[in-house]
Each structure stands twice: as C-alpha cells, then as structure tokens.
C-alpha cells in the first residue's frame, strides 16, 4: 500500500529533491508541496495525507504551530520534522506539539527514508544527532548538582567561589596571580563541567553548594 506524502517547506530545493528521492520507492508518493503555512495547511484538508515531512522555518504561523494545529484537528496524520534546527528548545517544542519523527537537512536520504517508513509503522524517529541531543538534555536536567559538580578542581572550585561573590575576572586575576585568559578558560570550563550557561546559574550553583553565600542578581 502507498503512502501519501505531503511536503511543507519554502525552498524549492528542498521540494524537488524530496520528489525525486520518492521516485525510486513506490510504497511512498509524494502527493502535494506547499511553501508556508496557509498553503500547507489547505494541502492538509485536501489532500489528507498520511504523512507530513515538514519544515519548523515556513512562513506564517511556523511548523511548530502549524504541527500542533494539524494534530488537534487530524490526529491520524504523521508528522515528520525535517530542519536545520538542532538546539534543544527546537526539537522539544516538535514533539510536544506532537511530532513523530524529527530528522536534520544535513541528513542523508537513506536516514528519511527511514524516518518516514519508522513513522507510518507507529514508531517515533529521531536521527542520530537529534536522539543524542535529546538524551544530554535529559541528563543535564536530571543529574544532581553534586554529581555534575563532583569533578571540579580545587583551582576550579576557588575560581567559581570568587564569580559567585561578584569578583570580575580582573579582579580573580589579580587575587589568584594568573592572567585574565586563565581565568576566562576556567570559567569556560566551569559552565561546561556544570552544564550551565550564564554567570547567574553559576552563581546559584555556588549558593546551593555552599561556595557562596551572595544571593545571584536577578536579571
């Protein structure tokens, strides 16, 4: 049995392509494109395909809420994310919004493929990359802060207790005797270890671990 497939995506390229790769599989056909949001969701009602690869990047409402507003009203059609978008808040939006399957541009053909005949089966996909994105993003939330803190050095330790209490890195510099960049690199090397991205998370850190006890500025 053939699958119906419809195409969301505002580059041409990206629409021909898609065809052509259909071509040499006769269990997937490509029934309609569409470039923005508007016109995919006119595709929906009068094509009603089984599957959607869909861009997060069209014009209009956007694939995210495009996705959810095809869900609420048309349960039974799949949904594929196909995008250049790799970060976190990207890929969780999708699938909450209810995507299937999300897979990056940068992907071969053989890993859509896949993808596509994953999600007609009732299974969820996510390529490779995505699926590691999305398994460090669970750690980072989950693991406990003295876990992710247990590998810190001494010079480390010293250096987020001075961020924590306001020093600038001039300021750390000079106390510690080393230059500016050595501090930078440990401050770099501190929101790697903790899996944070601002001065202000730092600085909560150091508070719950007892490093500190200078409340973190409200930004």
Do not use: C
Not at 5 to 14: A, E, K, V
Not at 64 to 78: M, S, V
Not at 121 to 135: C, D, P, T, W, Y
């Amino acid at each position: 049995m053939t699958a119906r497939i419809l195409l969301i995506d505002d580059h041409q390229i990206m629409r021909d392509g898609l065809r052509l790769l259909l071509r040499e599989h006769p269990d997937l056909e490509l029934v309609g494109s569409a470039f923005d949001s508007d016109a995919g969701w006119q595709a929906v009602v009068d094509l009603a395909p089984d599957l959607i690869v869909m861009d997060l990047d069209i014009p209009g409402e956007g694939g995210i809420a495009l996705t959810a507003r095809i869900r609420a009203t048309h349960p039974d059609i799949k949904i594929v994310i196909l995008t250049g978008h790799a970060e976190p808040q990207y890929i969780e939006a999708a699938l909450q919004a209810g995507a299937e399957g999300y897979i990056l541009k940068a992907n071969g053909g053989a890993d859509l493929l896949q993808a596509l005949r994953s999600v007609l089966a009732g299974r969820n996909f996510l390529s490779q990359e995505v699926s590691h994105i999305v398994v460090n993003e669970l750690r980072r939330h989950f693991d406990p802060p003295q876990k992710r803190g247990s590998a810190l050095s001494t010079r480390e330790s010293e250096v987020l207790k001075q961020i924590a209490d306001g020093y600038s890195t001039k300021e750390i510099a000079f106390a510690l005797g080393v230059s500016t960049k050595t501090i930078e690199s440990h401050r770099m090397n501190l929101m790697e270890k903790l899996q944070i991205n601002n001065v202000a998370e730092l600085t909560k850190y150091a508070l719950r671990e007892g490093l500190t006890t200078l409340q973190p500025q409200k930004s």
